[in-house]
T-cell receptor, first 113, second 114 residues
């Protein structure tokens, strides 16, 4: 069966520091991968998605970037964090196609201080 | 553009009463519709989806949802709510089979059972 791992679970970082959040998927190949951000425990905003190694699509301009160095690895990064980057970050995977559901990691609570 | 609306921020019911969480959508084409649940500080868990066929979809943990094309709605229901059903519920929509198709989520409805 497929599993998704996301770490760390919580992170407190000072303003201006770099960020690296990692997500890996096991038990499948060539998944679509996604990064979402959830502000204040409410709606999800799609940040990035990837349909293959090295292929990244950005949904909103921001202080963050994403990379997919391996088929089942998706990384969210920032060179310099802003206070507004605080939030709950969720990684997800799904098979290609609109009819398939997404499966989510447990999330990372990022607090920028 | 695709969009999903969940008109209620919070719904409160007594245990044993029916659970209904409302969702309406707007898409240009045939929608695929999904419901997810989120417990505090956790990821989203898939409950059920509508792709085609029977308008009443049954999912995990006794949840079901009814697709209504004329009203562009996909309301989530459970006949008898439990305290453990207290959580944040998300409706989502996506479109036809395209590589990279993403789920578009509503803002979520907090359901509280006392």
């Amino acid at each position: 069966s497929q599993t998704i791992h996301q770490w760390p679970a919580t992170l407190v970082q000072p303003v201006g520091s770099p960020l690296s959040l990692e997500c890996t998927v096991e038990g499948t190949s060539n998944p679509n991968l996604y990064w979402y951000r959830q502000a204040a425990g409410r709606g999800l905003q799609l940040l990035f998605y990837s349909v293959g190694i090295g292929q990244i699509s950005s949904e909103v301009p921001q202080n963050l970037s994403a990379s997919r160095p391996q088929d089942r690895q998706f990384i969210l990064s920032s060179k310099k964090l802003l206070l507004s980057d605080s939030g709950f970050y969720l990684c997800a995977w799904k098979f290609g196609g609109g009819s398939t559901e997404a499966f989510f990691g447990q999330g990372t609570r990022l607090t920028v201080v | 553009a695709q969009s999903v609306a969940q008109p209620e921020d919070q719904v409160n019911v007594a245990e044993g009463n029916p659970l209904t969480v409302k969702c309406t959508y707007s898409v240009s084409g045939n929608p695929y519709l999904f419901w997810y649940v989120q417990y505090p500080n956790r990821g989203l868990q898939f409950l059920l989806k509508y792709i085609t066929g029977d308008n009443l979809v049954k999912g995990s943990y006794g949840f079901e949802a009814e697709f209504n094309k004329s009203q562009t709605s996909f309301h989530l229901k459970k006949p008898s709510a439990l305290v453990s059903d207290s959580a944040l519920y998300f409706c989502a929509v996506s479109l036809a089979n395209q590589a990279g198709t993403s789920l578009i989520f509503g803002k979520g409805t907090t359901f509280s059972v006392s």
